[in-house]
């Protein structure tokens, strides 16, 4: 079955810094697009960052750029999320996502065939 299995999330201070994985099984990893997105209580989900099947390409929220960078590892079917001076606003739930549909410089939940569980993210200033 389809699995993808979020991790590294945790409580750090404003400024603090934390990596997050999610490791797939299930599906030809290789073959999609890998994408993160985060959801605050009371707030719509929002796309943080996305990448191409290759790596090649990525595209990155407005409100992380130059903080967040996402990677993947092919080989090891595992997409990454490193956040750095992190902020009180990034408290979240942040989930991964697979998009089977060609890389597009957007973050749409919509364009994603499947997702994780979550999780939770939580920056205190």
């Known amino acids: 079955q389809v699995q993808l299995v979020e991790s590294g999330g945790g409580s750090v201070q404003t400024g603090g810094s934390l990596k997050l994985s999610c490791a797939t099984s299930?599906?030809?990893?290789?073959?999609?697009?890998m994408g993160w997105f985060r959801q605050a209580p009371a707030k719509e989900r929002e796309g943080v960052a996305r990448?191409?099947?290759?790596?090649?390409?990525?595209f990155v929220a407005d409100s992380v750029k130059g903080r967040f960078t996402i990677s993947r590892d092919n080989a090891k079917n595992t997409v990454y999320l490193q956040m750095n001076s992190l902020k009180p606003e990034d408290t979240a739930m942040y989930y991964c996502?697979?998009?089977?549909?060609?890389?597009?410089?957007?973050?749409?939940?919509?364009?994603?065939?499947?997702w994780g569980q979550g999780t939770q993210v939580t920056v205190s200033s």
């Open positions: 299930g599906f030809a990893f290789s073959s999609y697009n």
């Open positions: 996502a697979a998009s089977r549909k060609p890389f597009i410089n957007r973050l749409t939940a919509a364009d994603f065939d499947y």
């Open positions: 990448i191409s099947s290759s790596g090649v390409l990525k």
